[in-house]
């Protein structure tokens, strides 16, 4: 070794000290800037935190799914099972692929089920069925569906666990969507579910008033998902814009708009507005919180709560299985919650616990909690 080389180490090593220092320095700056920001933007919560209600909570909006093991008749796109969001929600779940592979899709509400036994708080979960895109002969049609969950998987869940609710989804498109709605509410349906982005259903569309009238005598809501969807690997957002519900709405339908139209756009207007606008016409709108503490909607719920035009209106739901990801943390609320409240409610192994606890924390109150249960009484069969 000639003696330049260790001269050159040892001033290699010189300058990475340096860079070290530099990188512990800027470090720390950031964290003494965070924590000045955080004295001097701390708001806390929306609303101050009330107890939770003394009555079971029920989760209005929980996902389930299915790959087509076990003869569940569920179906996913090529393009989503193999997108990088399709086993993070596996996980989310609580499996991986072979588990389903090995065991069948019958696993996943199995685990959901579980995990709502575990709660604290909430002791019922709607889980969602998902229709398919229908084609011209109002057929299911899997060249335009990206995710297909039947109502008969759904319902058989529901009967194996009494702390699952079935929440049915019918395109109104299919030739005999009437038929199915019937089979639905026969089999225990305590709503029906649309995403119309993905089913590409015009719920303004003159040719649904039967399927309307259908829904209104058999008392069943309508969830529906409404602002922009970024779940899928492609959407029709037009199909998510608040004003196309209001020909349900002046039939009568009992309506609930999914996550409060929440990041979408019409005509130049926030989607959440154009929601807001509605509330004030017709008492027969409602709409969930689910997905509202997620680090892409921050400053929603702060909004809903605040906001007139939905008070009194607002109903819990979860958006399961995203509240089990990264995508929600109580350490995305600096500015609402003090560090120990973050810390404990980020330790809570429950990921409805969590959401529960998380949302109380944030000043949502317990009328909204509760809200959801009574709106499902006169479908939910421990109920009856």
């Known amino acids: 070794m000639s ?77 989503l099972r193999d997108n990088w969001r399709f086993d993070f929600y596996l996980r989310a779940f609580g499996v991986t692929r072979a588990e389903v592979e090995r065991e069948g899709d019958a696993l996943l509400p199995v685990r959901v089920a579980a995990a709502v036994g575990q709660s604290r708080y909430v002791k ?34 529901c009967r194996q666990h009494m702390n699952l609710l079935f929440g049915a989804s019918v395109n109104p498109y299919r030739a005999d969507a009437l038929a199915r709605l019937e089979w639905a509410a026969a089999h225990g349906a305590v709503l029906v579910k649309w995403l119309p982005s993905i089913q590409l259903i015009d719920p303004a569309d003159p040719k649904l008033e039967p399927f309307y009238r259908r829904l209104i ?49 019409h005509a130049g207007e926030r989607d959440i507005d154009r929601l807001a606008r509605l509330m004030s016409a017709y008492t027969n709108l409602l709409a969930d919180i689910s997905s509202l503490t997620q680090l892409n909607k921050l400053g929603y719920l702060g909004e809903v709560l605040g906001r007139p035009e939905f008070r009194g209106r607002l109903l819990y739901g979860s958006d399961f299985p995203l509240i089990n990801l990264p995508l929600v943390s109580p350490w995305y609320f600096p500015l609402n919650l003090r560090l120990g409240e973050m810390r404990r409610l ?39």
């Open 3 to 79: 003696q330049s080389e260790p001269a050159s180490a040892s001033a290699f090593f010189a300058r990475l000290r340096r860079w070290a220092r530099r990188l512990i320095l800027a470090g720390a700056g950031l964290v003494a800037a965070g924590l000045l920001a955080r004295l001097a933007f701390f708001t806390g919560p929306h609303l101050p935190p009330e107890l939770l209600p003394d009555t079971p909570i029920v989760d209005l909006h929980c996902h389930v799914a299915g790959l087509g093991f076990g003869g569940s008749g569920c179906f996913v796109s090529p393009a």
């Open 124 to 157: 019922q979960a709607v889980i969602l069925a998902l229709d398919g895109a229908v084609d011209a002969a109002g057929q299911l049609d899997t060249n335009r569906t990206e995710f297909y969950v039947p109502n008969e998987f759904v319902a058989a869940a």
């Open 217 to 265: 005598e058999l008392r069943l809501p309508l969830l529906t998902h409404t602002g922009a969807e970024k779940s899928f690997t492609h959407s029709a957002d037009e199909f998510a814009d608040p004003e196309r519900l209001e020909l349900p709405l002046k039939l009568g339908v009992t309506v609930i708009a999914a996550h409060v139209a929440t990041t979408g756009e």
């Open 346 to 384: 980020a330790d809570l192994p429950n990921p409805w616990d969590r959401d529960v606890e998380l949302k109380r924390a944030l000043g949502v109150p317990a009328e909204i909690f509760a809200r959801s249960a009574v709106l499902l009484s006169a479908r939910r069969p421990d109920a009856r």
